[in-house]
């Protein structure tokens, strides 16, 4: 089983950035409106805490606490940037 450790920082990234982009990428995919979207949110939400309750330590290291809130940097570096140009 592949471990950060075993990972380059890029090789890292990639792994610890693919469910959020897949979440991401198939709530927008389809045109199944507010409820729609709302139900890939929450399937995405339940993924998540299932795999912190699960037995396999990679998905455990990527949906950590620390993890997560690394993957959602950058787009919090942005917002500001965003938010200015209104």
């Not at 990972?7 to 897949?22: F, G, I």
């Not at 606490?65 to 570096?77: H, N, S, T």
């Amino acid at each position: 089983m592949a471990t950060r450790t075993e990972s380059s920082p890029e090789q890292w990234q990639a792994l610890r950035n693919a469910p959020q982009l897949v979440a991401l990428a198939t709530a927008t995919a389809g045109d199944s409106g507010l409820f729609g979207r709302l139900s890939e949110g929450m399937s995405m939400a339940s993924t998540v805490a299932e795999a912190l309750r699960g037995r396999q330590p990679l998905l455990k290291e990527i949906f950590g606490k620390d993890e997560m809130r690394a993957e959602q940097l950058p787009g919090r570096r942005l917002s500001p940037r965003i938010s200015a140009r209104r």
